[in-house]
Structures are given as structure tokens and as C-alpha cells.
């Protein structure tokens, strides 16, 4: 029965070619224009980690006290820590793994003559980060545990920068100048640049980049002096000593922090500790407010941190709003099409065809539009994206991509959606009264 | 001109008129909100950073193996280092002027704090970007002195970002000497910044701060120039090219300085970039959303024009009979294009009614959820207008063609 369904789809079709055309580009317009945005929004918002960001966690403390603004909103503490609460956190080690992480800009220096330096960029933080975020590595590993209290000379580098500085291979255990002086590699990673860079929204934004080309131990960047390409924010009227010693004696926040917590049990004990550490500090009169922390899950801190930009979410939006125009647009059209064919619909009724075989015809011609229009969509997709890749800044428009889900995704809503916009006229066509027609005509 | 006919017919097609009314009030409530929203982006643009921007250039570069300058000897070291290339880039036969700039409008990178009337910091505080630099800053970014004097070369101090010499003199934007003191006499005053006292010698009239991020709109033109030159590792000069000159001294200042020292750092990305490449890169995101908004805005109100064109043209086919009955009985051809007008019209005015409401409901929506302004009513006033008339158009030529079915139809059977 289908493929006579089909045969009547098309000769209808082609008997009102104008109108036909008329509901596939509406349909595939509205289809491309709602794919393009998602594929951005999809970018934008993924999860980079999905197997693990419910385990992992971002400790939030008041340093501040209530009569500071953090930015993020009254009453809520600041978003990165103070040197001294993120080094009593990592000391006491209360979590299954943890980790200080703060953005740094080191030199690279490539050994043999007339080479010049490159600025890298990169990540102060503890052996405990590579486990923790599942970091991928090509050669090597992270460092040991005793190399973050030594603050020793090792450094992970990146696959780019490895095959920039030494031309690739095994380089564990190899030298490299950051800074002019000599850090060992203890490990290479593999290509590794999720987006958003989760580990550190506040220093790097979430997006952009190439990913990081160095992670070198958190106590050794200070020591060494190394450039804090991260954020810093004080409190009102607080400007803190010069360099990274008057960093680490002042309140103000420069260190993102987070730590993985294998299940609820784990979770409500860390939570507890945090409100100690801070009653703690209060009866230590560091702190003369009571203790106001948060200990959000990775995914809920992105969306505090509005790490999706409100832009895309806006024109994901409007972009929606056009694909439901362009379905009630579809409905109408079809409705007078097929209410048009009542003459038809009372002789095949009158020649036995069910109700659920009308249905079925008018639902195969709907089914039809939505293949020209998914077909129009697919191509309207790609020149959207393509335009996108031209008019958004890289740091976004790499992140939409044409790839075989979006495409997919693309055939099926703009089938779905026909077949959507198809239904109240199917509905009404099946009710049409088989005498009636057979009467007027 | 009797409604009755025209009634009595959109009574026949009760679902499909429902459904042109709601295309249309979508239609109406997307398109004004839309753009706003694009209308805003263009303001946000076009906004004056209040320095010439043509022929100004930023140079960012940090020097390979620099003294730490944690020491004087170092500080020194560094200072002249700096010295030396504002001294290079000033001989250059394209460059008029040169200054020790940290910041420059739109580039981002912004150092802040807070002005208020006295030590303790009580009472009005504003909050301002800080601008160090030396005596040339004012002139080579071209921002326009409205009050008082320059600085002079002997007030100009260096020392590391974090050093303890505070200025003692500063030039201040107009609304930072406004809110300071709103009767207007802030020239010669004393104000406190972070709690240490600095007389205000002059007032330009504007300069936005560096940072176009959310967290600083609220003081976007709050700025203060500090006469300090900031010793580090790395160091920003700010370049006025000669008039017409932009390329060419970008290009020499890359030659010379690499000539002065070939292992500084200053990658082709964003060591040297004019203002101009600075405001492209910053408001990209902005044009991208205004032109995707903007092309949604376009597809969405040519997608509902061809809809009532391609329904009212179906509407015209199936009454061919009554519209050669009616010109039969007397109708002119400008009765039945009339009737498929205002039929149109009644159709869309239920659109854009039912459109504003749902237009101003949508905007209260995302002022709740997103960073969002009220939409101005002239926006939603010029929406039901354009929809009206883009009503029209589409209906015209299925309506001109009504009116020319002949009056012998009538006679035919169906």
C-alpha cells in the first residue's frame, strides 16, 4: 500500500508545483536555519568529559565576607580561591583526587641556533590533575607526587609543542629551556583540547585556543616567578604586594580548584569539611562572617560561570522560532491542499478506503514534502555553517561543524516536522463525509 | 464596502485563517525582538572609544630572558630596556608619536580600581580602568583634553605593576571628574585611588576602558591616565602612524624593534595590530550575531509572505465559482480585489493584535532569562506596520488575478 501512497504523494504534488516548492523551502529554511544554530549551541555548551564531569566538583569559599560583591551576584562566594584556602585544601587532601590550577605564560626557548622563542601557554597544577581529568598521554605520565612539594623542574608538554621542540617522538626524560631554565619531561600528552576548557572557565573563558602546551608543577611556576596569565580579582580597596608573594599573602583570588568526589557519601562529606574549614577560619578570625560555601558539580559550575554565551541561547532560540513558523506556515498550505482534494478523499471512501487509509496517504504526502525539504535543508546547512565559520569569532565557529549527527539530526527534523505539520490536515481530511462530496460533485 | 461577505468566506476556512494569524503573530513577535536585539548589537559597535583611531597601533611584546625585577638594579635594567624601544620606534620616519601605553581601548586587558574623596575610602566610590603610560600617552591616542594641562616628562615615575611609588598627579575622563564631583570643579582636586591621594591636573572628554565584557559596562567610559611607566617583562607601547601611514610604520616598528632584539616575543597574532584590526577581532561576535539574527529575520518574513501569497492563491482557485457568480451579479474587478485585500487585512490585524502581545510577552521572557532591555514600544509599532504592509504586497497578485476571473465561471459547473 505504501508505494501506492507514494504514487499519489507525488501526482498531487506535481499537480501544484508552486506550492509544493513552497512548503520544502519552508520547511528546509526552517530546518538549516534552527541546524546551523544548534550546531554552535552544541559546540558551545557539550560536555567535554561526560563520563566523569558528575564526579567532578569546584570547591567555592568566602574569602571575602558578605559586604563584597564577587561579581557573580550578592551572597555568592568568589569563583576562584585565595592562595592560602586552595594550599590548606590541597594539604588536607579530603577528596579522592584534587588539584590548584592557575594559567600560566612561560617561553619556551628551542635548543640549536638562530631558533626563536615561542610563547606558550599553560597550566600551574598537581600530579593529581592528570588522573583526575583522565588527561590522555602519548609518552610518559604525570609527575610524582613528590615533585609538587619540591616544586621540581618537570614539565608535561603538549603533542603539538613536542613535535615543534623536539620534532615529535618519545621525548621522556628529554630537557626543555621554559624561561631559561632547563624543566625534565616526564610525560607527552595526545592531542588534548577539550572545549570548554572545564578544568579553568575563570582564567581562560572557556574557549579558544589550541589547547595547552604546558603543565608544569603549581609550586614551581610560583617559585620560579612564572607569568600568571590567569585572572586576578581582589577585594574592593585590596591591592596586593608586589609579585607572587604578595599574591599568596592577600585575599584576592587567582587559583580555580577542583576535585573529584566518587558519590554522594563523598560529596556531603566534602561539603561538610569545606563549612569546618570555614568555621575554622572564622573562630581564627580570618574570616568574620559565617561560612557561605558552594561545592557545585562541574556542569552546574559552567552554567554559573555563563560559560555558554547568552548570544548563542538567544539565536538558538530565534532560530527555533522560525522553524515553528515555517511548520504552522506548512500546516496551513497543506491544509488547504488537502481539504481542496475532498472530492477525491469522498470517492475513495466511497470505494471502501478506511479512515486509517487516508490517514495514511495524507501522512506519506507529508512524509514526501519533508524529504524535499530535508534535502533543501542538508544543502541550506552546510552554506550555514560555512557562513557561521566566516562570521563568528574562530574561537566559537570552530566548535560548529558539519558532521554526519548533524546531518542526520537534519533529515529527521525536517521530516518530523512535516509529518508534525501534516497531522491537523490529515485529520481533518479523513473526516470529510463521503456522501456530502459524492452529492456536491 | 460591506464586511459581510468577506466574514461569511474566512468563516468557511476557520483552521487555515487561524493558522495565517498565527504564522503572522509569530512572525511579528520574533522579527521585533530580533531586531532589538540587532539594533543593539549596532549601538554596541558603534560605540566611540574616544581616541583617533585611525593610525593608532598597539605593540605587545615581552622580552626572552628578562631581569626578574624583583630588585631596583633590575627594575632599572628592565626600564631601560623599554626606554630603548620607545627611543627606536619615536626615530621612525612613519611614526609621529609613541608612548609606554599597559592598556589601549577594546584590546581587553585592564587594570582597575577605585577612586573615592578620601583615605578611608568611604563615602563615593567609582570604580575606573587605569591607563599607565608616560607624557605622551594623551596626545598619541588622540583622546581630546577638555580641562587643565598634560602630564609633564618630570611627573612621569616607572616601577613594576605592583610597585609602591603611587603618582601624585593623574588626568581623568569626564565621567570619572563628574561623579567625583558632580558640581563640576574637579580640576586641582585631591581624590584617593585604593587610598592614596593624587591631584587631578586634567579631564579629557572620553575614553572607554579597555574591557567590552558585561562585569565593566556599567563605568564602560570610567578611565584615568596614570603617569607611570610599568616595568615587567613584558611591556605595551601604544604607535601614532603618520597620517595615512598605518601599514608602513606597522612594518618598521616589527623591523626595527626585532633589529634591537631578535629573541622578543611578538607573535605575528597580536604583537602589532592597528586599533582598527583590535575593534575587528573584539566585535566579531557581535557582527556574526547581528547578520545570523538579521538573515533569520529575513527568511522568517519572506517564508510568511509566500504563505498567505500561496494560501490566499489556493483560496482564489477554490472560489472561482462564487467570484464569477459575484461578478456575475454585478461585482466590479475592483470589488473582488478589494474583498481578497480586506480580507487580508482583517487576517493580518488579528495577527499583529494577538503579535504584539505575544512580542511583548517574548521580550519579558528573555529580560528574565537573558541579558535583555525592554523592547521600545516605536519597534513593535514599526513591526505591526510592515507586517501590514507585507500583508498586502503577498496578497495582491493572487487578488489581481481573482479579479480577473469573468463573470461566465458562474456558469460553468465545478
Known amino acids: 500500500m505504501f508505494g501506492y501512497y507514494l504514487d499519489l504523494a507525488l501526482r498531487s504534488l506535481k499537480r501544484s508545483p508552486g506550492l509544493t516548492a513552497l512548503m520544502m523551502l519552508a520547511i528546509g529554511f526552517g530546518v538549516a536555519a534552527s541546524m546551523t544554530t544548534w550546531s554552535v549551541f552544541r559546540g558551545v555548551s557539550g560536555d567535554p568529559i561526560p563520563w566523569k564531569s558528575a564526579q567532578l566538583f569546584v570547591p567555592q569559599i568566602d574569602s571575602w565576607g558578605p559586604s563584597q560583591k564577587s561579581g557573580a551576584g550578592l551572597h555568592e562566594p568568589p569563583d576562584a580561591l585565595a592562595y592560602a584556602d586552595a594550599i590548606a585544601l590541597m594539604h588536607d587532601r579530603r577528596a579522592a583526587l584534587q588539584s590548584a590550577i592557575y594559567a600560566v605564560a612561560p617561553t619556551v626557548l628551542p635548543a640549536g641556533e638562530g631558533r626563536s622563542p615561542i610563547p606558550v601557554f599553560g597550566f600551574g597544577v598537581y600530579g593529581e590533575f592528570f588522573p583526575m581529568l583522565d588527561v590522555p598521554f602519548r609518552y ?47 610525560g607527552v600528552l595526545k592531542p588534548w583540547n577539550p572545549q570548554p576548557m572545564f578544568f579553568d572557565v575563570v582564567d581562560t573563558g572557556g574557549f579558544g585556543g589550541n589547547g595547552p602546551d604546558v603543565f608544569v608543577p603549581l609550586q614551581r611556576a610560583i617559585a620560579s616567578g612564572m607569568e600568571n596569565a590567569g585572572a586576578v580579582n581582589c577585594p574592593k580597596g585590596v591591592q596586593p604586594g608586589a609579585g607572587y608573594a604578595g599574591l599568596q599573602k592577600s585575599n584576592c583570588v587567582w587559583l580555580a580548584y ?69 511548520l504552522v506556515n506548512t500546516a496551513g498550505l497543506m491544509l488547504a491542499k488537502f481539504l481542496r482534494r475532498s472530492g477525491e478523499i469522498g470517492v475513495r471512501r466511497a470505494l471502501g478506503a478506511s479512515r486509517r487509509a487516508i490517514h495514511a496517504q495524507f501522512l506519506t504526502e507529508a512524509a514526501v514534502i519533508g524529504v524535499g525539504g530535508s534535502a533543501l535543508g542538508l544543502l541550506l546547512t552546510a552554506i550555514g555553517v560555512f557562513a557561521v565559520n566566516r562570521m563568528l569569532p574562530p574561537r566559537l565557529a570552530e566548535l560548529a561543524r558539519i558532521e554526519p549527527a548533524l546531518l542526520l539530526l537534519t533529515v529527521v527534523v525536517a521530516i518530523a516536522a512535516s509529518v508534525l505539520a501534516g497531522l491537523y490536515p490529515t485529520f481533518r481530511a479523513a473526516r470529510v463525509q463521503p456522501a456530502w462530496q459524492l452529492k456536491t460533485n | 464596502m460591506r464586511l459581510h461577505p468577506t466574514l461569511s468566506a474566512l468563516r468557511q476556512h476557520k483552521a487555515g485563517v487561524l493558522l495565517i494569524v498565527l504564522q503572522i503573530a509569530l512572525t511579528l513577535a520574533i522579527v521585533c525582538n530580533a531586531i532589538f536585539v540587532i539594533g543593539q548589537r549596532i549601538e554596541r559597535m558603534n560605540r566611540p572609544t574616544g581616541t583617533v583611531e585611525d593610525g593608532l597601533i598597539r605593540i605587545s611584546q615581552s622580552w626572552f630572558g628578562a631581569p626578574a625585577g624583583d630588585d631596583a638594579a633590575s627594575v632599572e635594567k628592565l626600564d631601560a630596556l623599554q626606554r630603548t624601544d620607545l627611543a627606536t620606534l619615536r626615530n621612525l620616519p612613519d611614526v609621529q608619536d609613541v608612548a609606554a601605553s599597559t592598556s589601549m581601548p577594546l584590546q581587553g586587558m585592564i587594570y582597575s580600581g577605585t577612586l573615592s574623596l578620601n583615605a578611608q575610602q568611604t563615602g563615593v566610590a567609582v570604580s575606573a580602568a587605569y591607563y599607565y603610560g608616560d607624557e605622551h600617552l594623551r596626545p598619541t591616542l588622540g583622546v581630546r583634553l577638555i580641562a587643565g594641562r598634560d602630564f609633564r616628562a618630570d611627573e612621569i615615575l616607572h616601577r613594576t605593576l605592583t610597585g609602591e611609588a603611587a603618582p601624585s598627579v593623574i588626568i581623568v575622563s569626564k565621567p570619572v571628574a563628574g561623579k567625583l564631583f558632580p558640581d563640576g570643579d574637579a580640576l586641582g ?60 610604520a606597522m612594518r618598521e616598528a616589527r623591523k626595527a624593534l626585532l633589529a634591537v632584539d631578535p629573541l622578543r616575543v611578538m607573535p605575528d597574532s597580536w604583537g602589532i595590530q592597528s586599533l582598527s584590526q583590535i575593534r575587528d577581532k573584539i566585535y566579531r561576535a557581535d557582527r556574526g550575531m547581528a547578520l545570523m539574527m538579521a538573515a533569520v529575520c529575513l527568511i522568517l518574513v519572506v517564508v510568511t509572505a509566500a504563505g498567505i501569497a500561496g494560501l490566499t492563491s489556493f483560496w482564489v482557485g477554490q472560489r472561482r465559482k462564487q467570484i464569477g457568480v459575484r461578478r456575475a451579479l454585478g461585482a466590479r474587478r475592483i470589488d473582488i480585489l478589494r474583498h481578497f485585500q480586506v480580507e487580508n487585512l482583517l487576517i493580518a490585524g488579528g495577527g499583529v493584535l494577538l503579535g504584539v502581545v505575544l512580542a511583548l510577552a517574548l521580550n519579558l521572557w528573555l529580560m528574565t532569562h537573558y541579558e535583555m532591555a525592554r523592547l521600545p514600544l516605536p519597534y513593535v509599532g514599526i513591526g505591526v506596520l510592515a ?7 503577498a496578497v495582491f497578485m493572487p487578488a489581481r488575478r481573482a479579479s480577473h476571473v469573468p463573470p461566465v465561471v458562474a456558469t460553468r459547473a465545478a
Open chain 1, 140 to 186: 610518559g605520565s604525570g609527575w610524582q607526587a613528590g615533585d609538587d612539594g619540591d616544586g621540581a623542574p618537570v614539565i608535561v608538554i603538549s603533542d603539538a609543542l613536542n613535535r615543534q621542540v623536539f620534532g615529535g617522538g618519545n621525548s621522556v626524560g628529554r630537557n626543555i629551556d621554559l624561561d631559561g631554565r632547563d624543566y625534565r619531561v616526564t
Open chain 1, 258 to 326: 577542583m576535585v573529584e568526589l566518587d558519590d554522594e557519601s563523598a560529596v556531603q562529606n566534602y561539603r561538610q569539611y569545606l563549612d569546618n574549614y570555614a568555621s575554622v577560619q572564622q573562630k581564627l578570625g580570618r574570616f568574620d562572617w559565617p561560612p557561605n560555601n558552594r561545592l557545585r558539580d562541574m556542569r552546574a559550575f559552567l552554567d554559573h560561570e555563563h560559560v555558554v554565551p547568552d548570544d548563542t541561547r538567544v539565536s538558538l532560540l530565534v532560530a527555533l522560532g522560525l522553524l515553528l513558523v515555517c
Open chain 2, 189 to 248: 582636586k585631591t581624590v584617593y585611588q585604593d587610598g592614596k591621594p593624587a591631584t587631578i591636573v586634567g579631564i579629557v572628554e572620553r575614553l572607554q576602558t579597555p574591557t567590552t565584557a558585561k562585569w565593566g559596562s556599567a563605568w564602560d567610559y570610567n578611565s584615568v591616565l596614570e603617569p607611570i611607566r610599568v616595568d615587567g617583562a613584558s611591556a605595551s607601547y601604544a604607535v601614532r602612524a603618520r597620517p595615512g601611514r598605518e601599514q608602513a
Open chain 2, 387 to 393: 507586517m501590514l504592509v507585507i500583508g498586502q504586497a
